[in-house]
């Protein structure tokens, strides 16, 4: 059975988000704690993400290390920013009803 992890990430703190999210996110891939990771960038996250060059490179190198980020589009589409997400390869859908599943699934998830 594989072992699968959703970050739900919602903070504009740039020290949670490089010190937490990205590190955390990362090696929760690289080091094999779970199978498939999931990263769900939501709400103010999305903001830093389309603005910050710094955090578009950690998101990156962990799109390389194999997971998959994905981002609200109704956010996007409130901010205006899905074309700046976009460009970062970030997968964009609306993304309640696949949060919503992932938890009646049980799933274990971290919202920060």
Do not use: H
């Not at 703190?13 to 769900?40: P, Q, S």
Request: contains cysteine; proline residues 1%.
């Amino acid at each position: 059975m594989k072992k699968e992890l959703l970050v739900l990430w919602t903070t504009d703190n740039k020290e949670t988000i490089l010190n937490m999210i990205c590190l955390y996110t990362y090696n929760a891939k690289i080091k094999g704690w779970f199978d498939e990771v999931t990263l769900l960038v939501w709400g103010a996250s999305q903001q830093v993400l389309s603005e910050d060059i710094e955090i578009q490179a950690k998101i990156k190198d962990m799109q390389q290390a194999g997971i998959r980020v994905i981002a609200c589009k109704k956010c996007c589409e409130n901010m205006y920013i899905e074309k700046q997400l976009a460009s970062c390869d970030v997968e964009i859908f609306y993304t309640g009803e696949f949060l919503s599943d992932w938890m009646n699934l049980g799933k274990p998830f971290l919202s920060v």
